[in-house]
């Protein structure tokens, strides 16, 4: 069955540092890999998404996601922090196998500092 | 280009009541989607409609809940009677091109906050 796990309730980053929201990720068959953003009283917004190709994945807002086939995870990341970047992310997965369900991890709340 | 459309923002209902959600997808957009987010998770799809049809609706409650998409355009999701264990905000999504086209990502609505009491 298809999961996602993003490890980390919470992360904390200081402006104009680097950031990271982990996640990994079990299909049975080539994952459909997804991030999304989700601002207070606002809905989801799509970030960046992996299909195939290049492991590194550029998306909106300065975010990039790097695929890791043999450690099964696809990392949020960004250069340099903007305290705007503080919100909720999630991270999806569809596969072939588990039909055309997307599956969402448990989401990571982002605090960046200024 | 408009977004997807939600309605209403917030229902606050007592338990064993009904309620009922609206939502307008983006214009083109064949797969519209309903997801129940419950508080510190992240969201759950109750339904996936291509057009008008049903492509998955195993994770909805079929005692209580029930949704429509006539005409292949905007849908409702209803729940009756309502459980404690409902309360969650309530997300429509919409992506273009079919369920087959499993690499769309989905646009959301602003979501429906229900509280039951």
């Known amino acids: 069955a298809q999961s996602v796990a993003q490890p980390e309730d919470q992360v904390n980053v200081a402006e104009g540092n680097p950031l990271t929201v982990k996640c990994t990720y079990s299909?049975?068959?080539?994952?459909?890999l997804f991030w999304y953003v989700q601002y207070p009283n606002r809905g989801l917004q799509f970030l960046l998404k992996y299909i195939t190709g290049d492991n590194l994945v550029k998306g909106s807002y300065g975010f990039e996601a790097e695929f890791n086939k043999s450690q099964t995870s696809f990392h949020l990341k960004k250069p340099s922090a903007l305290v705007s970047d503080s919100a909720l992310y999630f991270c999806?997965?569809?596969?072939?196998?588990?039909?055309?369900?997307?599956?969402f991890g448990a989401g990571t709340r982002l605090f960046v500092k200024a | 280009e408009a977004g997807v459309a939600q309605s209403p923002r917030y229902k606050i209902i007592e338990k064993r009541q009904s309620v009922a959600f609206w939502c307008n997808p983006i214009s083109g957009h064949a797969t519209l989607y309903w997801y129940q987010q419950i508080l510190g998770q992240g969201p759950k799809l109750l339904i996936q409609f291509q057009n008008n049809g049903v492509v998955d609706d195993s994770q909805l409650p079929k005692d209580r809940f029930s949704a429509e998409r006539l005409k292949g355009v905007d849908s409702t999701l209803k729940i009756q009677p309502a459980k404690l264990e409902d309360s969650a905000v309530y997300l429509c999504?919409?992506?273009?091109?079919?369920?087959?086209?499993?690499?769309?990502?989905?646009?959301f609505g602003p979501g429906t906050r229900l509280t039951v009491l």
């Open positions: 999806a997965v569809r596969d072939i196998n588990g039909g055309f369900k997307t599956i």
């Open positions: 299909v049975s068959g080539n994952p459909y």
């Open positions: 999504a919409s992506s273009p091109g079919t369920s087959g086209s499993i690499s769309n990502e989905q646009f």
